[in-house]
C-alpha cells in the first residue's frame, strides 16, 4: 500500500503530524477498504 492516501480521520494523528507517513493495512472481506494503522480508521480507497 502505498501512502499517497490520507486519512480523513480529523483526530488522527497523521492529520496533525505532517511528518507522519500515511499507511494503511487492507481490510479483509471489504472490498477497497482500508483502516489507518494509527487510528483504526476505516476508509474506502480507490
Ligand atoms: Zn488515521
Not at 13 to 31: A, L, S, V, W
Request: aromatic letters at 10%.
Amino acid at each position: 500500500m502505498d501512502n499517497n492516501y490520507k486519512c480523513n480521520n480529523p483526530k488522527c494523528i497523521t492529520t496533525t503530524e505532517k511528518y507522519i507517513h500515511q499507511k494503511f493495512t487492507k481490510i479483509k472481506n471489504k472490498e477497497d477498504m482500508y483502516r489507518c494503522i494509527y487510528c483504526d480508521h476505516e476508509q474506502r480507497i480507490k
